[in-house]
């Protein structure tokens, strides 16, 4: 018997594959499970002043158009509250001081940072991080397509918030000159200088969002988007020997754009 | 210095939806009360464990303090009006543009998306050593960090200082007083009205807080009166980075010309005092006089009368020379400028 359970768990082992459990799962998997709060990431530094504060409060937020029941401490950012309380890690902290735009999720359909934002303050209002801009069926948003289809970052740290803010700006600018979409974004850094790949990238965004594409059918540039069973690095490989025109003029375009 | 990714000290949130609760809460918990508007001045604060209130009274639930009402006298604006909706409101735009494009030159976007106007007046300091939690005389102790031969001063006073150098921080201030606007404050005795210029103060008056309000006093709403509806504005701001940074100079100016000459005018500096500073000399100087360049460069040269630089910041003198001789002569700022996106020309930094 025993050597029938050892064989199984081995086998088990060695058929538990790395694509099922990634590292993003588990890590989800057990802020889920309310374990991770306050545990590796987070220390609660200070003790509460006095004792009729300490506490947390069951309330419900409205978050990417679903009620999310969640108990929130009194002092608690509404980052804090996304990233720990409800799993939403898409939204970065970043400087924690309103300075840097990680944090950017839309409140009502206005960028805000949500580093500097109490949880309880937001009771009532809606709340869309980026893992509420897709589609139910797993569209991408317009603009989320175009940072694909324009591979608009480097190491993307950046990124959400970045999305956020230009999803939250062209709802009111749906047809900005490049200059005003600079302006609309100028509350979100990147640290690895990618702005003009950005800048790419989302006015693009705002064309798709314009013509109602979504990417999907516009073939103005190759997707480098992968397809099922193929890394990134793949498609890019397959398209600059198969399609290299395209990559030129795409590479050409960028740099003409760059300090145009 | 910063401690951060961890959770704020506790406090007591409190969250009134009128300003009769407000003012009561506020009453009832007298100094050990902390006002929190947009939140982004507070916010460095407590997560930096500087200032520690045991009670934060939580102003976003009082929607009678939000919101733009125009009347016949003026605009009627509430404490809790963000700035990025003062930028777009209308009637600001078109009769008190001085207002909006002191707004949207606001640190970020999303910043004016959250903050307030009355937060934007009543904001703290930006002195590092001070906010640094330096036990500075602002900060009840017996020194003045900036002020000394390797201080770092370059963002500091050269008007107005009394042991304590640091300059005001806000862009609509100045714009506000250019305007001649009414600060609304409430409290648990009633209600009072000051000029703008009076609801700053300096610290030879009070070293520890920059504006009038008391524990208890809250900044219910500003009126503008009409009296400088339409006029010739003027603003600019000069600071290092065209986004987030605070000013290291900036200029309000309301004027109304007749026949080629200035018939009257209102003018306020910042950053350059620890008040936003009205330039009454400079106002009664050029009345009367043509509006042009030798106005302008007579103007900008008593506006300086009486400048103490520190070590680093002796640029803020030809600097504020220069805003005030635009402001009167109406050169209109480079365009990069205006645009907010590139190329307001770094003053010269003598940090070596």
Same mark, same amino acid.
């Given at each position: 018997?025993?050597?029938?359970?050892?064989?199984?768990?081995?086998?088990?082992?060695?058929?538990?594959?790395?694509?099922?459990?990634?590292?993003?799962?588990?890590?989800?998997?057990?802020?889920?499970?309310?374990?991770?709060?306050?545990?590796?990431?987070?220390?609660?530094?200070?003790?509460?002043?006095?004792?009729?504060?300490?506490?947390?409060?069951?309330?419900?937020?409205?978050?990417?158009?679903?009620?999310?029941?969640?108990?929130?401490?009194?002092?608690?950012?509404?980052?804090?509250?996304?990233?720990?309380?409800?799993?939403?890690?898409?939204?970065?902290?970043?400087?924690?001081?309103?300075?840097?735009?990680?944090?950017?999720?839309?409140?009502?359909?206005?960028?805000?940072?949500?580093?500097?934002?109490?949880?309880?303050?937001?009771?009532?209002?809606?709340?869309?991080?980026?893992?509420?801009?897709?589609?139910?069926?797993?569209?991408?948003?317009?603009?989320?397509?175009?940072?694909?289809?324009?591979?608009?970052?480097?190491?993307?740290?950046?990124?959400?918030?970045?999305?956020?803010?230009?999803?939250?700006?062209?709802?009111?600018?749906?047809?900005?000159?490049?200059?005003?979409?600079?302006?609309?974004?100028?509350?979100?850094?990147?640290?690895?200088?990618?702005?003009?790949?950005?800048?790419?990238?989302?006015?693009?965004?705002?064309?798709?969002?314009?013509?109602?594409?979504?990417?999907?059918?516009?073939?103005?540039?190759?997707?480098?988007?992968?397809?099922?069973?193929?890394?990134?690095?793949?498609?890019?490989?397959?398209?600059?020997?198969?399609?290299?025109?395209?990559?030129?003029?795409?590479?050409?375009?960028?740099?003409?754009?760059?300090?145009? | 210095?910063?401690?951060?990714?961890?959770?704020?000290?506790?406090?007591?949130?409190?969250?009134?939806?009128?300003?009769?609760?407000?003012?009561?809460?506020?009453?009832?918990?007298?100094?050990?009360?902390?006002?929190?508007?947009?939140?982004?001045?507070?916010?460095?604060?407590?997560?930096?464990?500087?200032?520690?209130?045991?009670?934060?009274?939580?102003?976003?639930?009082?929607?009678?303090?939000?919101?733009?009402?125009?009347?016949?006298?003026?605009?009627?604006?509430?404490?809790?009006?963000?700035?990025?909706?003062?930028?777009? #409101?209308?009637?600001?735009?078109?009769?008190?543009?001085?207002?909006?494009?002191?707004?949207?030159?606001?640190?970020?976007?999303?910043?004016? #998306?959250?903050?307030?106007?009355?937060?934007?007046?009543?904001?703290?300091?930006?002195c590092?050593?001070?906010?640094?939690?330096?036990?500075?005389?602002?900060?009840?102790?017996?020194?003045c960090?900036a002020d000394t031969p390797v201080g770092r001063n370059r963002e500091h006073a050269i008007f107005g200082a009394?042991?304590?150098v640091a300059v005001?921080?806000?862009?609509?201030?100045?714009?506000?007083?250019?305007?001649?606007?009414?600060?609304?404050?409430?409290?648990?005795?009633?209600?009072?009205?000051?000029?703008?210029?009076?609801?700053?103060?300096?610290?030879?008056?009070?070293?520890?807080?920059?504006?009038?309000?008391?524990?208890?006093?809250?900044?219910?709403?500003?009126?503008?009166?009409?009296?400088?509806?339409?006029?010739?504005?003027?603003?600019?701001?000069v600071r290092d980075?065209?986004?987030?940074?605070?000013p290291l100079m900036n200029v309000?100016?309301?004027?109304?010309? #007749?026949?080629?000459?200035?018939?009257?005018?209102?003018?306020?500096v910042s950053a350059v005092a620890p008040?936003?500073m009205?330039?009454?000399?400079?106002?009664?100087?050029?009345?009367?006089?043509?509006?042009?360049?030798?106005?302008?460069?007579?103007?900008g040269k008593l506006a300086v009368q009486g400048a103490v630089p520190l070590q680093f910041n002796a640029y803020k003198i030809p600097l504020m020379r220069n805003l005030v001789k635009?402001?009167?002569?109406?050169?209109?700022?480079?365009?990069?400028?205006?645009?907010?996106?590139?190329?307001?020309p770094i003053p010269e930094a003598s940090w070596s």
């Amino acid at each position: 018997m025993a050597d029938m359970e050892d064989r199984n768990q081995s086998r088990q082992q060695a058929e538990s594959p790395s694509k099922t459990i990634t590292r993003r799962r588990f890590i989800l998997g057990v802020i889920a499970g309310g374990a991770a709060v306050g545990a590796a990431s987070y220390r609660f530094l200070a003790p509460p002043a006095h004792g009729r504060n300490g506490g947390e409060r069951l309330i419900t937020l409205l978050v990417n158009g679903k009620p999310r029941r969640v108990e929130v401490m009194k002092q608690e950012t509404l980052a804090f509250t996304l990233r720990y309380r409800l799993g939403l890690t898409g939204t970065k902290l970043g400087c924690d001081r309103a300075e840097c735009g990680a944090c950017t999720v839309l409140l009502d359909d206005v960028p805000h940072y949500s580093c500097s934002v109490l949880t309880h303050t937001v009771r009532g209002r809606s709340v869309t991080t980026v893992e509420g801009l897709a589609a139910p069926d797993g569209t991408l948003h317009p603009v989320q397509q175009a940072v694909i289809d324009q591979q608009g970052f480097q190491c993307a740290f950046c990124m959400s918030g970045f999305i956020m803010s230009a999803v939250g700006f062209l709802k009111t600018n749906p047809n900005p000159t490049r200059q005003e979409l600079a302006h609309g974004i100028s509350g979100n850094l990147c640290r690895c200088q990618d702005y003009s790949k950005i800048l790419d990238a989302f006015m693009r965004g705002a064309e798709y969002m314009r013509n109602g594409t979504g990417g999907r059918q516009t073939a103005l540039l190759p997707t480098l988007s992968p397809k099922n069973g193929e890394r990134m690095g793949q498609r890019i490989v397959a398209l600059s020997s198969g399609g290299g025109e395209s990559m030129s003029q795409q590479t050409g375009a960028a740099n003409t754009a760059r300090r145009a | 210095m910063a401690v951060f990714r961890d959770v704020m000290p506790a406090f007591d949130l409190l969250q009134p939806d009128s300003v009769a609760e407000a003012t009561r809460l506020l009453d009832e918990n007298g100094s050990g009360a902390w006002i929190m508007a947009g939140g982004l001045d507070s916010f460095d604060w407590l997560k930096d464990r500087i200032k520690k209130p045991g009670v934060l009274v939580d102003l976003s639930g009082i929607d009678e303090l939000k919101g733009i009402r125009v009347s016949g006298d003026g605009v009627e604006i509430g404490a809790m009006t963000t700035l990025t909706e003062i930028a777009n #409101n209308p009637e600001i735009r078109k009769n008190y543009s001085v207002l909006s494009d002191a707004v949207s030159v606001v640190a970020s976007p999303q910043i004016r #998306n959250q903050g307030t106007l009355g937060g934007n007046v009543s904001q703290d300091t930006r002195c590092w050593y001070y906010r640094g939690g330096w036990p500075c005389y602002r900060a009840g102790g017996n020194i003045c960090y900036a002020d000394t031969p390797v201080g770092r001063n370059r963002e500091h006073a050269i008007f107005g200082a009394d042991r304590c150098v640091a300059v005001h921080p806000s862009d609509s201030a100045p714009a506000l007083i250019a305007l001649d606007a009414r600060f609304v404050i409430r409290s648990a005795k009633g209600e009072r009205v000051v000029d703008a210029e009076d609801y700053f103060i300096g610290p030879d008056v009070d070293i520890t807080r920059l504006n009038i309000l008391a524990p208890g006093d809250l900044l219910t709403a500003i009126r503008i009166p009409a009296a400088w509806s339409g006029t010739k504005f003027y603003f600019e701001k000069v600071r290092d980075r065209n986004v987030w940074d605070f000013p290291l100079m900036n200029v309000a100016s309301a004027m109304e010309v #007749n026949g080629g000459n200035i018939s009257r005018i209102r003018i306020a500096v910042s950053a350059v005092a620890p008040r936003p500073m009205r330039l009454r000399n400079v106002e009664s100087a050029v009345v009367g006089k043509p509006v042009d360049a030798s106005t302008g460069e007579m103007a900008g040269k008593l506006a300086v009368q009486g400048a103490v630089p520190l070590q680093f910041n002796a640029y803020k003198i030809p600097l504020m020379r220069n805003l005030v001789k635009r402001a009167i002569s109406g050169v209109p700022m480079p365009q990069q400028a205006k645009s907010g996106l590139a190329g307001d020309p770094i003053p010269e930094a003598s940090w070596s």
